[in-house]
């Protein structure tokens, strides 16, 4: 196998707007963790989060679609954890609170993964090339 990073994110934990911080999370009765469905690779890190404070999500509300998702968590559902990126626009918007994780569960690589000895075509080609630059951060304009 061979893999190429794509691009590292920055994590936040997403809450309603009036949840402030994260030593909030421990006042809310019957918090719920609004995720993707099961092996999702944010859900797995919030779950983390969640236990290694001692906080008890008895079952996440699981959504497929990120609206939906942003949705639930802007009414005061429950909370989930998503890229800074994902979240910025509804979070300049008040619609949502971000906060920073603890740095080691803040960073998430994602890695492209092909057969070494896979057909590259022209396009994969072109896409490998602009992902490993964009992971150098030497993107080329087009």
Same mark, same amino acid.
């Given at each position: 196998?061979?893999? %190429?990073?794509?691009?590292?994110?920055?994590?936040?934990?997403?809450?309603?707007?009036?949840?402030?911080?994260?030593?909030?999370? *421990?006042? @809310? *009765?019957?918090? /719920?963790?609004?995720?993707?469905?099961? +092996? #999702?690779?944010?859900?797995?890190?919030?779950?983390?989060? !969640?236990?290694? &404070? +001692?906080?008890?999500?008895? /079952?996440? !509300?699981?959504?497929?679609?990120?609206?939906? @998702? =942003?949705? #639930?968590?802007?009414? +005061?559902?429950?909370?989930?954890?998503?890229?800074?990126?994902?979240?910025?626009?509804?979070?300049?918007?008040?619609?949502?609170?971000?906060?920073?994780?603890?740095?080691? =569960? %803040? &960073?998430?690589?994602?890695?492209? @993964?092909?057969?070494?000895? +896979?057909?590259?075509?022209? *396009? !994969?080609?072109?896409? =490998?090339?602009?992902?490993?630059?964009?992971? &150098?951060? /030497?993107?080329?304009?087009?």
């Amino acid at each position: 196998m061979a893999q %190429a990073r794509v691009f590292t994110e920055e994590l936040v934990l997403v809450a309603s707007p009036a949840v402030s911080s994260l030593k909030d999370l *421990a006042k @809310i *009765a019957d918090l /719920k963790a609004v995720v993707f469905q099961f +092996g #999702c690779s944010y859900r797995q890190r919030l779950e983390a989060f !969640l236990y290694g &404070r +001692g906080l008890v999500v008895a /079952k996440p !509300l699981e959504f497929g679609s990120l609206d939906a @998702i =942003l949705s #639930c968590v802007a009414a +005061g559902v429950g909370v989930t954890l998503l890229p800074q990126g994902v979240v910025a626009q509804a979070a300049a918007a008040g619609k949502v609170s971000a906060h920073r994780m603890p740095a080691e =569960l %803040a &960073r998430m690589q994602t890695l492209f @993964i092909r057969r070494r000895d +896979g057909y590259v075509s022209s *396009a !994969l080609g072109a896409f =490998l090339e602009m992902a490993e630059g964009a992971a &150098r951060g /030497k993107l080329r304009a087009a």
